[in-house]
């Protein structure tokens, strides 16, 4: 689950970790009152959508009385922004973070994230902070210290030591870095965050470590430990099907091809993308029904892939384990009865009764194509797709 900056600061604050004073506004009115409460000179005013990015795009502006914020966040709020993460459609303002805006001196690059590799944090350190840190990656790799956190001794001091050294600071700033990757490690684990990246971690001129910016991404198998955090979600900054998926625990991400893909599992429906980019086209969406699925969820899953205007084609792909065969069928063809079914449909099924839900299927009037085996399968779809083209 994907936070604002906003609330990825309040939270920095929890944990002790400096960030500079700032609250969220929805108006020009609230931006002015925020602006007066700062003990601040000038004040920065900040988009607060889940994309980065908003500095080039216009999304962070550095005001110099309160007055000025409320100007800012009323050319804000409203407005599409379209940042090199959002798309070409880009996303809709609808709060701003107004902030006391803070002395720069030097812009660096911190992240902790899972390194899924050797399962455990890792923190990636860069003087190159500000850019964009992909190209600094792809371009400079040597300029990218890393230090993995060993999960059960935890973060030691002399990491922190080893990266303000390569990073170029002597042992005074060393020991602040390393107070501050202290707290910052902390809260990751803390919180079951997958993500934490503060670009740029800025030193100020008074030589402290201050987060500008602020990313958070908590992991929403951890989500369940922590209901304070759960309530944070934004479901106007996601995908409108993937909000309506998450209603029926469908494991459901859209994509930009146009073959709808339904699914049980995960592995098998990687292989089922695999097989239909394989056979030169794009699935429209990952969809794992479950290995447990029942006729209902099956049915909000047909709705949902019948809904997605993009979608010229259905691949239904089920290997019948628990979610029997049988019941598959039965949920589509529910799901059939009340969604008008326009676009062609091929499926495969195996497995658990696999016979009866051939005949559930074969009775119920449906137009669809049975296919032997994934390759056929995948094979069928992709030719109908093509020649719509
Ligand atoms: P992003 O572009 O979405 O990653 O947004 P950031 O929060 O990183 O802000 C973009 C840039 O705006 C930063 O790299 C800074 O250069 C600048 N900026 C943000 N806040 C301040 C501030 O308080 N003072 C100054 N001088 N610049 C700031
Ligand atoms: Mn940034």
Redesign the pocket.
């Known amino acids: 689950m994907k936070l604002h ?1 906003y609330q990825a600061k309040e939270i920095f604050r929890k944990w002790g970790v400096p960030t ?1 004073e700032g609250a969220v506004a929805f108006n020009g009115a609230e931006a002015i009152q925020i602006a007066k409460g700062l003990k601040a000179e ?3 005013v ?2 607060q959508i889940h ?7 216009g ?2 502006k ?1 005001v110099d009385s309160p007055e000025g914020a409320r100007t800012a966040t009323e050319e804000l709020i409203g407005r599409r922004l379209v ?1 090199h ?1 959002t798309g070409p459609e880009g996303k809709e303002v609808h709060k701003v973070l107004v ?6 001196k030097q ?1 660096l690059y911190m992240g902790v994230l899972i390194d899924r590799n050797l399962n455990r944090p890792v923190i990636i350190a860069s003087g190159e ?2 850019m964009e840190i992909e190209e600094v990656a792809s371009q400079f790799p040597d300029k990218i210290y890393k230090e993995w956190v060993d999960p059960l001794v935890g973060f030691r001091p002399f990491q922190g030591m080893k990266l303000g050294f390569k990073l170029g600071f002597d042992a005074s700033m060393s020991r602040k870095l390393t107070a501050f990757l202290t707290k910052l490690v902390k809260l990751f684990e803390g919180v079951d965050a997958s993500l934490c990246e503060i ?2 971690l ?1 030193i100020t001129d008074e030589d402290e470590f201050l987060a ?4 958070l991404t908590l992991d929403d198998n951890g989500l369940s430990r922590h209901p304070d955090l759960a309530e944070l979600r934004d479901i106007t900054e996601e995908d409108p099907l993937e909000v309506e998926a998450s209603k029926y625990n469908l494991n459901y991400i859209k994509l930009d091809g146009n073959i709808g893909c339904m699914v049980n599992g995960a592995g098998l429906a990687m292989a089922t993308m695999d097989m239909i980019k394989f056979s030169g086209a794009e699935p429209a969406n990952f969809l794992d029904v479950g290995g447990g699925a029942s006729a209902e969820m099956v049915e909000n899953a047909f709705r949902i892939l019948m809904s997605d205007k993009k979608v010229k084609a259905v691949l239904i792909n089920i290997f019948g384990g628990i979610l029997r065969c049988d019941t598959l069928a039965t949920g589509v063809v529910e799901a059939a009865k009340k969604v008008h079914v326009d676009r062609p449909i091929i499926i495969r099924l195996e497995g658990t009764n696999v016979e009866e839900g051939r005949r559930i299927l074969n009775e119920s009037g449906l137009n669809f194509q049975v296919a032997e085996g994934m390759g056929e399968a995948s094979k069928k779809i992709v030719s109908i797709v093509h020649s719509f083209e």
């Open positions: 900056e500079p000038k004040y920065v900040k988009a994309a980065g990015g908003r500095g080039k795009a999304g962070v550095l940042t993460q902030e006391a805006a803070s002395s720069i812009e902070g500000g670009n740029p800025i500008l910016d602020a990313k």
